[in-house]
C-alpha cells in the first residue's frame, strides 16, 4: 500500500463544473503538496500546507491533519486546467512521498 | 528566468554507458532533489542535498550518483545505465525546509536506455 493514495485515478470534467481531487496519507507529515504537471511534463507546485486551507485564484486545497486527507477544488473549471495533479507528503526527517496522481481532462 | 535547468531534455542511452544530467538553480536555494518518475507511478527521490558539500540518499538511490560542490549545481551521474534507469528525471530546488516553501522543478530529462 502506498503511503500517499489519490482518488480519483482519472477524472474527465465538462468547463465550468467543480472538481475534487482527494489525498490520504498513511505518514506523519510536516507539509503536504499540490502538484500540477502538464502534458509536456513540466512540474509546478501549487500548495504546500500543514493545516487548514489555501486559495490561489480558483484553486483550493485544505488538509485535516486528524484524518490525514486533504482535497483540491477546482471552481469554474477550463480546458487549461488539464493535467495530472499530484498529491506529495514531506516530514522533518526529509522523507517525501508521492502519490501517483489524478489526470484530469476538462472538455470545452 | 530565475528556476531550476536541467539538461539534456532528451538522451538515449546504452546499456553499460555512463553520463550526467546537469541541474543548476539560481534562486539561491538549500535544498536540491533529484526525482525519477516512472509511467504510472508517483516520483521516487534518488538522492538530495541540504547545502553545498552535503548530500544523502533518498528512496532508489541505487545505480546513481550525485556531488553538490556548489550551491547552484547539483549533476546527477548514471554509471553503467541500465534499462531498469529508463526514467523522466526531475530535478528540484527549495529555500530552506520544503516546508517553508515549497519546490520549484526543473523540465525534466527523458532517458531511454537501450
Known amino acids: 500500500k502506498n503511503e500517499v493514495e489519490q482518488s480519483p485515478q482519472n477524472l474527465t470534467a465538462q468547463e465550468g463544473e467543480f472538481i475534487t481531487i482527494n489525498c490520504s496519507y498513511s505518514?506523519?507529515?510536516?507539509?503536504l503538496h499540490w502538484l500540477q504537471q502538464h502534458p509536456g511534463g513540466g512540474i509546478v507546485s501549487l500548495f504546500m500546507?500543514?493545516?487548514g486551507k489555501k486559495k490561489h485564484g480558483r484553486l483550493i486545497a485544505t488538509i485535516n491533519i486528524q484524518e490525514k486527507h486533504s482535497s483540491l477544488h477546482i471552481t469554474a473549471s477550463h480546458p487549461r486546467d488539464s493535467a495530472v495533479y499530484i498529491c506529495?507528503?514531506?516530514?522533518?526527517?526529509?522523507?517525501?512521498?508521492f502519490g501517483t496522481g489524478t489526470s484530469l481532462t476538462v472538455i470545452p | 528566468n530565475a528556476g531550476v535547468t536541467q539538461t539534456p531534455k532528451f538522451r538515449i542511452l546504452k546499456i553499460g554507458q555512463s553520463m550526467t544530467l546537469q541541474c543548476t538553480q539560481d534562486?539561491?536555494?538549500?535544498?536540491m532533489y533529484w526525482y525519477r518518475q516512472d509511467p504510472g507511478m508517483g516520483l521516487k527521490l534518488i538522492y538530495y542535498s541540504v547545502g553545498a558539500g552535503i548530500t544523502d540518499k533518498g528512496e532508489v538511490p541505487n545505480g546513481y550518483n550525485v556531488s553538490r560542490s556548489t550551491t547552484e549545481d547539483f549533476p546527477l551521474r548514471l554509471e553503467l545505465a541500465a534499462p531498469s534507469q529508463t526514467s523522466v528525471y526531475f530535478c528540484?530546488?527549495?529555500?530552506?525546509?520544503?516546508?517553508?516553501?515549497?519546490?520549484?522543478f526543473g523540465s525534466g530529462t527523458r532517458l531511454t536506455v537501450v
Open positions: 534562486m539561491n536555494h538549500n535544498y
Open positions: 505518514v506523519g507529515i510536516s507539509a
Open positions: 506529495a507528503v514531506s516530514n522533518t526527517g526529509n522523507q517525501f512521498y
Open positions: 500546507l500543514s493545516s
Open positions: 528540484a530546488s527549495s529555500s530552506l525546509q520544503v516546508r517553508d516553501y515549497g519546490y520549484t
